[in-house]
């Protein structure tokens, strides 16, 4: 990342660093097989879906500008697969952005598929399953990309830890979707436990059913995850959630953090006590070891947003050394911020603002704005999330390949509404009218400037929740989040930052508000964005672009051979 309108002597010391890291590129390679094995992250032993044994699978470690190679073996018997690299932006590889029916056809039992990208920007970032809700069972970890050697970041610190933020069921993942897909509809309820870097810890006297598979002792969960640090020094703390439904708040006892990167953009700093983090954000925070080294601290999530009593908070220990890692803290964990207070979490993301040194020029307008309208609809008795109507599902031909290909019987070709009923709908109302089940796609006009003005509503029980957006392929500006409706016709767009918005990839649209983003369509592909919660974009809490899809280069036929794809391997 290099600082807006460079100076010529900058210029040059771009062109030559940039001839070094292209010199100095390195290629990763990494063999992955992808089973489901045994595992008790909370003490509960369930089937986990597991990278080489592992869940969460191991953090993949590069410097920008290097090339990640990944083969994936599908172990998993009866499951087909695809992995996601989230936030990498996949530029001349749209092919590799890994979501099953989009970008690629499912990796079926047995068969070896190869990732093969570019991380060309440092930052924090993830990786998970892509295939139906199969990021719930545990195919999920990080990415974490520093920046060349000789490049300075606006920060500085000693040593830095990656913390994995998830929330976690004891049912399955077929039990999931399958009640998600019933009627009448079964949701997946709130999660047994909170994990951090895989670990958590559930109370077997607490079910219903005494199980043998429940087991307190068990010694890969009494331990909860540890973070060592020497007092004086700085940290960076590189943290990731991929939870399936919750919202989340973190925080350190005693040690107030600095946030200073999100998504892979570095960010004005500012202090926090607790930082909300969202599925499918990343955010880098700095804290410093300065707190009695006499004894260990918990570090803990929590679920905000929905009414999660039942659920134990997430507990890690930040041990400082000298001290017994063992050695539970002295304390009783917070119970970190009220889960209802919306306000406050509105408020942190306004103040998410790019770091001055860092700002990425805005262009002035759009050329196409989307009002995409969030609802939940019942139809034919099945309960569905719609955008402007239309309620995603998939096609059995990826979009990359029926798109370039010109397969148009492969997916819906009557185009997705730009905007709804913006003056008639009532927000605070449950959608009146039933929504259809469809496959569009939004065509962007390639290099133009499109602005996604994302409206929430109140659900089929009358109340609204959070949806944190996800856009694969770009990074997009975050323009404004506002209470309410959106009005189009009135001076809302003057309110909008254009000054210095973050970049992100992942954007909350907040209870009853609205959430304003712009994006320059100018990475040919076809690209989803949907809603992170797993059970949302299941129930088709998502959309597709496609831009400049004509000038992708030739597709590798490892991403062919399903649906009307079957013959142009
Ligand atoms: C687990 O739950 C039981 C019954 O509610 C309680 O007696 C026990 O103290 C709990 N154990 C822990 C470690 O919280
Ligand atoms: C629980 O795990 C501990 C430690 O592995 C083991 O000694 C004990 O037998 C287990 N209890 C049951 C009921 O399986
Ligand atoms: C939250 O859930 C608990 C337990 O189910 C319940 O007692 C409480 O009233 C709920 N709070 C709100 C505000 O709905
Ligand atoms: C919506 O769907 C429900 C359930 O299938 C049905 O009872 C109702 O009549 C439908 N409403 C409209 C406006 O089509
Ligand atoms: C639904 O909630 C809104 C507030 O969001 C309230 O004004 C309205 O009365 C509620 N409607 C029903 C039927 O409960
Ligand atoms: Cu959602």
Redesign the pocket.
Known sequence: MLPPAPRPLLVAAAVLWFCLAVTNAKVHHYDWDISYQHKSPDCFEKLAVTVNGEAPGPTIRATQGDTIVVTVNNKLETENTAIHWHGIRQIDTPWADGVAGVTQCPILPGETFTYKFVVDRAGTYLYHAHYGMQRVAGLNGMIVVTVPDGIREPFTYDEEHTVLLQDWWHKSVYDQATGLSAKPFVFVGEPQSLLINGRGMFNCSNLATPT?SC?N???DCTLPALFSIVPGKTYLLRLGSLTSLSSLSFEIEGHSMTVVEADGHYVRPFVVRSLFIYSGETYSVLFKADQDPRRNYWATSHIVGRNATMTPSGKAVVSYAGNDPRKTPPTVPTNGPAWDNTAIRVEQSKSILAHPGYVVPVPVRADRTLLLLNTQNNIDGHIKWTINGVSLHFPATPYLVSMKHGLTDAYDQRPPLDTYDHRGHDISAPAPTNGTIGSPVYRLAFDSVVDVVLQNSNMLNNQSETHPWHLHGHDFWVLGHGDGKFDPTADAWRLLNVKDPIMKNTVPLHPDGWTAIRFHANNPGVWLFHCHVEAHVFMGMGVVFEEGVESVGRLPSSIMGCGHSKGLH
């Open positions: 043998g087991n002792s068990r010694p």
